[in-house]
């Protein structure tokens, strides 16, 4: 990813130089004279526009509120909230998600994409195997079914996904790991485009690899709010996973446990106050960039005060906003500031943030209004899977995925059906409720993330704390 990432927001100071109330609640900036000023961040020169073509939003609603700009973040103020303001619509950059630009090899390798393409870079897909290119008779099948041919490999090479995600039945030692991920990534880079390895291996319940990635790595709240024990543990672990030939890991979780045993997360989360998640945060995005693996703090904006698990049913926060950015919003900061190179959206509603109660997934206010334009963050923004029951009744696959790029997406994870969500999506950009724009600003960032991770020759970029 970039280096030097820098938030849009409007204070980068620690909580007490922000102003805060004496509940510790950061107070809303109310001039912008007296707030924090720095030299603004360098933005890429914007792609040329249709004449007379205004950015507009999902809804409909034209865009053209100014950026506000600073410059680099404090290292001293990796876990306080920023200063963002308090209102309902999101203060939104000139020009919005299709006026990103980027190096010209990768406009070289877009530009040669066709629509289908762009929709299958777009998704993080499962296949059936734990060999490139033996199966079963069982996995031919399951790979049959959702993508017309039998192997792992013929997946990576003819249906280019932008991922493959490990689970469970794609791993049984680290030797074989790294035999599919080799036969993954040849197959992929033979078909066109490299293809990104995710798993989910934040240690305790949800560990899928073997050996020392597994047994070295606790449950996030056995740290015991130690960030140099999580960022040494996260550096051992990334190290093997990058060994095992995985790019990407769907970790750490920045949620906050402040429901404790009413709540779904548990000792999934490093601790039930924010003062001790964000630095372990940090802590484990910087350690995971150490080991050479990209880093995706997750569930956004925060599922640790929720009773009702997404895997079954829609949460909703209740939770006031003061309490929110108070509580919960610091460690999703802290991980952004140490260079998180995805930020993964869950399947929750917050009615205090968007009001029409959409979940943050298909939400653009909590998505591109929070995410992109208040926090800054200019990475790769990965939904949760999209199998969920709290979002699987939303659509078809098709409209679904089209619904998620349009909140400001970039990578669909799961679509029930891949197929069905690649057509969707392409359909959405032949009737104008997609441009072909919006689907390569979302590509452009994958391809930034495949060269942090060493994907294409050259040294491995991944930002360092």
Known sequence: MRLGRTLSVACVLA?????GSSDGEVADAADPAQQTSAAPRAEPAPRERAPGSPQRTPEGTS????????GPPSPTAAGGPPDVPDDDEPTVRGGGDDDRAGSDPLRDRIDAMSVRDLAHRLLVVTVAGTSPTEVTAGQAAANQADFGVRTPAAVARTFQPGGVVYFDANVRSVPQVRRLSRGLHAASTRGGTPTLLFTDQEGG?????????????????DFGGDPELGLATARQVGTEMAAMGLDVDFAPVADVDSVGGAGVIGNRAFGTDADVVGPMVRAQTCGYHQGGVGVTVKHWPGHGSTSIDSHEALPTLTLGRAAWRREHLPPFVAGIRAGADLVMTGHLAYPSLDPTGR?????????????????????????????????????TSGEVAVSALRAGADL??????PQGAASGIQAAVTDGRLSRARLEASVLRVLELEDSVGLVPGPRVLDRC
Request: hydrophobic share 40%; net charge neutral; glycine share 10%.
């Open 15 to 19: 909580l007490a130089a922000c102003g």
């Open 63 to 70: 865009e053209g509120t100014p950026e506000v700009t600073v």
């Open 205 to 221: 319940s949800v560990s899928r690899l073997p050996g020392a990635a597994a047994t070295s790595q606790p449950a996030a709240r």
């Open 359 to 395: 979940p943050a997934t298909l939400s653009r206010r909590l998505t591109h209004g929070w995410l992109r334009e208040r926090l800054g963050f200019d990475g790769v923004v990965v939904t949760d899977s999209l199998e969920m029951a709290a979002i699987a009744d939303r659509g």
């Open 412 to 417: 669909l994870l799961m679509p029930p059906s």
